[in-house]
């Protein structure tokens, strides 16, 4: 059943008003980030955006990013609106593009539509758009404001911004341990540690991304298919990737074999328009890619159960910090109960969104004044 937050992308409200009140704690914006947040799993390599158009007349109308080669957000909430965009304000959590991809312009339609005001959440840094976008739209006349809830809107779109700063995926590292910080028994058996709700939010996290990557060991031992089966709408199943060699016969199948260290790696993936990469161990896997330090979150599943002894499988297996002075220090994201387990969500102390928020609100942000603008490894794992 559909309520509130709930109504699906496109659906009109007729009662003549903004369905989403300023007054009411929430805004056109925040419902953009809504449906953004709906069509996640489904755009990539494309950002997934949300926009709200809202009519002179207060009819609101909602469009989200379509699968590679369908309309972007703002197209969709346009063609939704039909003449009622004329002189509407548009709301869009990122600038609308200015050049000819896949798809037309953005921005043509937005002018050719005659809206008369665009919000947008954060500039898009990719250097075909990089405040072109705006630029064009001031330039024909439209009014741009540049800033709102730019701190929620790049925090959600925080793997796209990554990748297109610096040409790498957002690397998330998942952990599901013992309380006593144990991934696996002295035997090797993992299964399961962790409960069901766990084990769905990781698949949830599967589904977002756009690679899961293991050690050849996990692979040996625990044969994993690496699929996302969280009930999502998923496009295309995440790229599998395995450093080292897969077995002959192995459920992963097919893979993408890899060797090197973590850098080399994640500019290979990167290449390969990976935004996201889930990275699920082993030990030794996490080890390499935590001392490497380029990990953005650490999302760890902690049971209520203990092992009880320094023989059971660690989180990180390796050398770690010698002193207290090299230890490493981070903050807790989130800490939310699944079922009899704990999801913590971890990053390092200073990590700053990708390109920082002055770079992607910009200069002549236009914001009103006094509003905030918040806005040397083994070759494989053994």
């Known amino acids: 059943m559909m309520t509130g937050s709930d109504v699906a992308p496109g659906r009109v409200r007729r009662d003549r008003r903004p369905r989403l009140d300023p007054a009411s704690g929430s805004s056109p914006m925040a419902r953009a980030l809504q449906l953004a947040a709906q069509v996640r799993t489904a755009t990539a390599p494309n950002p997934w955006?949300?926009?709200?158009?809202?009519?002179?007349?207060?009819?609101?109308?909602?469009?989200?990013?379509?699968?590679?080669?369908?309309p972007h957000a703002e197209v969709v909430a346009i063609g939704r609106a039909g003449e009622e965009a004329r002189g509407s304000v548009l709301y869009t959590t990122l600038e609308p593009c200015a050049h000819q991809g896949r798809t037309p312009p953005c921005t043509g339609a937005i002018v050719a539509a005659g809206v008369s005001k665009v919000v947008v959440g954060i500039l898009d840094p990719d250097p075909q758009v990089c405040g072109r976008g705006v630029e064009e739209l001031r330039d024909r006349g439209v009014e741009v404001e540049v800033g709102e809830m730019a701190e929620e809107v790049s925090a959600q779109l925080a793997p796209y911004l990554k990748h297109r700063r610096t040409g790498r995926p957002w690397v998330i590292l998942k952990l599901g341990a013992s309380?006593?910080?144990?991934?696996?028994?002295?035997?090797?058996?993992?299964?399961?540690i962790t409960g069901e709700a766990a084990r769905r939010d990781a698949h949830r996290l599967r589904a977002e991304?756009?690679?899961?990557?293991?050690?050849?060991?996990?692979?040996?031992?625990?044969?994993?298919?690496?699929?996302?089966?969280?009930g999502s709408q998923v496009v295309a199943e995440?790229?599998?990737?395995?450093?080292?060699?897969?077995?002959r016969g192995a459920k992963v199948r097919p893979a993408l074999e890899m060797r090197g260290d973590p850098g080399g790696v994640l500019d290979d993936l990167g290449a390969r328009g990976v935004l996201q990469v889930l990275v699920e161990g082993g030990s030794q896997v996490a080890h390499r890619f935590h001392e490497a330090g380029v990990v953005d979150r650490y999302v760890l599943y902690l049971a209520p159960a203990l092992f009880g002894g320094d023989d059971a499988v660690p989180m990180f297996r390796g050398a770690g910090a010698p002193d207290m002075a090299r230890i490493w220090r981070g903050r807790f994201v989130s800490m939310e109960p699944l079922g009899s387990d704990l999801r913590l969500e971890l990053e390092a102390v200073g990590a700053e969104v990708p390109a920082g928020l002055d770079a992607l609100i910009g200069s002549s942000s236009n914001m009103p004044a006094g509003e905030d603008a918040r806005t040397q490894p083994d070759q494989e794992e053994v």
């Open 49 to 70: 955006v949300g926009c709200v158009l809202v009519s002179r007349s207060g009819e609101v109308f909602e469009g989200a990013t379509e699968p590679p080669g369908g």
């Open 209 to 230: 991304s756009d690679a899961v990557l293991v050690g050849a060991g996990t692979v040996r031992v625990d044969d994993p298919s690496l699929t996302a089966r969280d």
């Open 238 to 247: 995440p790229l599998r990737v395995v450093l080292g060699s897969v077995p």
């Open 179 to 192: 309380a006593d910080g144990r991934i696996a028994a002295p035997d090797g058996s993992s299964r399961w």
